[in-house]
């Protein structure tokens, strides 16, 4: 089925660390997308690629890093510099209909 | 500044009433998108309507119908008869288009419980 998938779903970061949220995509969609949703908050976008290579910083991407080395994939790194990191993670992507689709997310919380 | 609202919370409704869910937005572009998404407790967003701000046909879609109305700034979400599987957190939300991007400002979403 195609789709978008997200790993892990559950991921708990010890202080100081850096983890990573994978998201993968075979709806062939050159733009993907990673947004925050904390509880009682609308989503917000962290960092968004519109094509290979190529990323762009959304509206809270400070202590986020990303990569786009592969059209299907499009990882998020939560890094030590993130003070407030729990909440859940969702990734996107879009083609041509101006749709997004969704993943099922990753709950990220601190040890 | 652009900005969506969805002033309810949280809804409780019995179930087969009918429930209106609001969303007002702000912004001073004239070509926008609304949007609407459910997410049910498995966490996806799961795409319900895509309205273009020329296009201020409502629209009808089973249980579900939308009333766009641009002089007023909203774009209101009515599920008749409800059902217990319509329990879910309904997102509005707004695209600018400036980027070439999906750029979604989304609302506060409204948590809908529909109760047997």
């Known amino acids: 089925d195609g789709g978008i998938t997200q790993s892990p779903k559950y991921l708990f970061r010890k202080e100081g660390q850096n983890v990573t949220l994978s998201c993968e995509q075979n709806l062939n969609h050159d733009a993907m997308y990673w947004y925050r949703q904390d509880p009682g908050q609308g989503l917000r976008l962290i960092y968004y690629?519109?094509?290979?290579?190529?990323?762009q910083k959304g509206d809270i991407a400070e202590g986020y890093s990303v990569s786009r080395e592969k059209k299907e994939s499009f990882p998020l790194t939560v890094t030590s510099a993130q003070k407030n990191p729990t909440a859940f993670y969702l990734c996107a992507s879009s083609g041509t209909s101006e749709k997004l689709f969704f993943g099922s997310g990753t709950q990220l919380s601190v040890l | 500044a652009q900005k969506v609202t969805q002033a309810q919370t949280e809804i409780s409704v019995v179930e087969k009433e009918d429930v209106t869910l609001d969303c007002v937005y702000e912004?001073?572009?004239?070509?926008?998108?609304l949007f609407w998404y459910k997410q049910p407790p498995s966490g996806e967003l799961v795409f319900l309507i895509r309205?273009?701000?020329?296009?201020?046909q409502n629209e009808i879609s089973g249980r579900y119908s939308w009333n766009f109305q641009k002089s007023t700034s909203s774009f209101n979400f009515t599920i008749t008869a409800s059902q217990v599987v319509d329990s879910a957190v309904y997102f509005c939300a707004l695209d600018l288009l400036q980027t070439g991007a999906n750029n979604l400002f989304f609302g506060t979403g409204t948590r809908l419980t529909v109760i047997p």
């Open positions: 309205r273009n701000s020329f296009d201020e």
């Open positions: 690629s519109q094509i290979v290579n190529d990323f």
């Open positions: 912004t001073r572009d004239t070509t926008y998108y």
